[in-house]
């Protein structure tokens, strides 16, 4: 049994002399910073996408490899979408911390910046969480947009071409995965 197995392991404090508190940050292409410098060796990178979880309590984003942890700053999501491969009737996404899922479209959304987030690991420990797409995996989307439906009235419609309401959202993408077209709505401000 590792300590991050026990259910006191995140109340319990610092060792001595130290801080909970770090000055390690991952930015917004997914590349991570300690006391302003990059990160540059692979496997410590490596590491530390691996060890992303929340506080419990809190919900705050730590590091955590079960036998320490350490609050870091997120400069936007805590994942990253690196790759996205499609399978016959699914998309399977690549994450950052070398874990696979399938993709959800509906749960994604474009931000401000253009860049496409979604919601992954719903079902681990203190998801769900927010991934944004690589410019490399959001070009990989290219071959799976289509043009949207159109709808037949904005008064009949009340859904998105997915069936999800997208909030009208004209020039938002819509792609197709195997038969089923499936729309992606506007990022809203904060997660969820």
Known sequence: MR??????????????????ESSIRIDGEGRFWHD?????HP???????????????????ILTNGYDWTYFIVDDVPFFVR?????RDKAVLQLSDGSE??????DSRVGADGAVYTTVKRDAL????EAKFSRHAQASLGELLVE?????????????????????????PVVRIGGAIHAIGAKKTGFG
């Open 3 to 20: 300590p991050g197995d026990h259910p006191e392991f995140f109340r319990l404090p610092p060792p001595e002399g130290r801080s909970r």
């Open 36 to 40: 302003g410098r990059r990160v540059e």
């Open 43 to 61: 496997g410590v990178a490596s590491g530390l996408h691996a060890w992303i979880g929340r506080h419990p309590d809190d919900r705050r984003y």
């Open 83 to 87: 790759a996205l491969r499609v399978e």
């Open 101 to 106: 899922e399938a993709w959800t479209p509906e």
């Open 126 to 129: 203190g998801g769900p969480y």
């Open 148 to 172: 949207a439906p159109a709808p037949a009235s904005r008064a009949s419609r009340g859904s998105g071409p997915s069936g999800n309401d997208d909030g009208g959202g004209e020039g938002l």
